[in-house]
């Protein structure tokens, strides 16, 4: 096609500069590397989508308490290593308004991001129980993950959940937990890329089966509340944001501050350890790491060797956040609900091109309107679709980065501005054009 809206040669060239031997499997940060140069090369500014910036301005009210914090001097002070009371107060109170699940605060503890959060979990999970020692991933899920993984040398098994939904998911988890090898399940809800939202049937599954063959749930609560389809932003009210912690005591979730509060910076996080969970002695982790029961080993050998805790001032950012929100005084999910609004418009720019949603529904009810959405375009492989859109100035990721079996892309929505729309309109009238006679 040479009638494409950026320079096929730029591009082409760029593609060399950086070695990347098939665009179409690059990863995330192969794509941002690729498009950033060709932005500065053309002047042209591309429909990004590849990456999960949150895209809108952070919490006023967790800057001006790191602020006033670090005015206070907490800079010079290492914070407690599994955090400071106020945060663990509130964390608690959080888990209780908007789960409504009772946790105690020794259990809410901060990390460096949900990304250290999860690392320090791994190793610990991995490590409880000989030969229990490889993770089970519900796919697609978010590729970093799976580089801890690979940083770490443990091993896992995948499936793609696209045909195992509601009752098929038990036979399916049934036939990786009987070898009697996984140590813990770990996936996102909403999920990372698909925006598929487990039912309660469903986590219901995945707690049942984590009692009966004692594995640990790491349940991924990046996008905590942004099932738009509900109203989960009432402290203390149901709907709550759904969760295997209703199923199991062997649960361990991770609630980000980058999405909800826009917080990505300050890179903290939490994870929740039950009280169940927390107190247990696995005489195996123990012997690994020299530590007592899972939590302290958690907190005094794993994140005290990692990084001696999480940045003081963020953790006071995030004890305001959550105390905001807690007492009513903000409204965390109308702060993101933005993100659910562009995919929308998104959505039926590309569906009227041509393109279909591959993750479609959950059980039979369109998925909601999110941070992520799935996409193919007919007789196109994923690999194929990102490559030829990257010519018509779109960036995203193959799903299959992200463990999925479909052919299809990831589209982000929340670096898209919405100035962007007209262009992204026609750029993708054009992709059509030139491709529908193609197929
Ligand atoms: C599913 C999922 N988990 C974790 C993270 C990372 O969270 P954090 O920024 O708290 O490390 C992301 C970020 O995109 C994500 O999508």
């Given amino acids: 096609m040479e009638n494409t809206p950026l320079n096929k040669k730029v591009i082409d060239e760029k593609i060399k500069e950086l070695r990347i031997a098939d665009t179409g499997k690059a990863s995330i940060r192969e794509i941002v590397a690729l498009v950033n140069l060709v932005e500065e090369a053309t002047g042209d500014k591309f429909i990004r989508m590849e990456m999960g910036v949150p895209g809108l301005p952070p919490s006023q009210i967790g800057v001006d308490a790191e602020i006033d914090a670090l005015r206070k001097g907490v800079a010079a002070i290492y914070p407690m290593v599994d955090g400071i009371k106020p945060l663990k107060n509130e964390a608690a109170r959080f888990v209780k308004n908007f789960l409504n699940i009772g946790v105690s605060p020794a259990g809410c503890i901060p990390s460096v991001g949900s990304m250290q959060g999860t690392f320090a979990a791994f190793m610990a999970a ?59 399940i770990v996936y996102s809800n909403p999920n990372n890329p698909t925006w598929i939202c487990f039912t309660d049937e469903e986590l219901k599954i995945i707690g049942d ?74 005489p195996a982790l123990q012997q690994r790491f020299g530590g007592t029961d899972f939590g302290s080993t958690i907190t005094l050998r794993l994140l005290y060797a990692l990084s001696s805790g999480t940045s003081h001032s963020a953790q006071w950012a995030l004890a305001a956040m959550l105390k905001a929100a807690n ?16 995919a929308k418009v998104m959505k039926r720019l590309f569906v009227e091109n041509g393109f279909k949603i591959v993750y479609e529904n959950d059980l039979g009810q369109p998925i909601a309107d999110g941070f992520y959405f799935t996409l193919a375009y007919p007789g196109m492989t994923g690999h194929e679709l990102v490559a030829n859109l990257l010519y018509y100035g779109i960036s995203a990721i193959a799903l299959d980065n992200t463990g999925s079996n479909q052919e299809g892309i990831r589209a982000c929505v929340s670096f898209v501005q919405r100035e962007q729309f007209g262009d992204l309109e026609e750029r993708l009238k054009l992709f059509h054009e030139n491709f529908s006679s193609v197929n």
Avoid: H, W
């Fill in 209 to 282: 089966l984590a009692n009966k063959y004692d594995v640990i749930v790491m349940e991924d609560l990046a996008y905590f509340g942004m099932d738009f389809r509900k109203n989960m932003a009432n402290p203390g009210e149901p709907p709550f944001q759904p969760s295997v912690a209703n199923y199991t005591d062997n649960y361990i979730l991770f609630i980000s501050s980058s999405k909800i509060f826009s917080y990505a910076g300050q890179r903290i996080g939490l994870m929740v350890i039950s009280d169940t969970l927390y107190k247990r002695d696995y």
């Fill in 327 to 342: 007492d009513g005084e903000i409204d965390f999910v109308e702060g993101v609900k933005e993100y659910g609004e562009k």
């Fill in 126 to 184: 991995a490590n409880a129980v000989k030969g229990k020692d490889t993770t089970l991933f519900i796919d697609p899920g978010f590729p970093v993950q799976k580089q801890q993984m690979q940083v770490l040398d443990q091993k896992f098994e995948t499936f793609d959940v696209f045909n195992f939904r509601g009752k098929k998911l038990r036979e399916k988890l049934e036939s990786f937990l009987s070898k009697g090898n996984i140590c813990t």
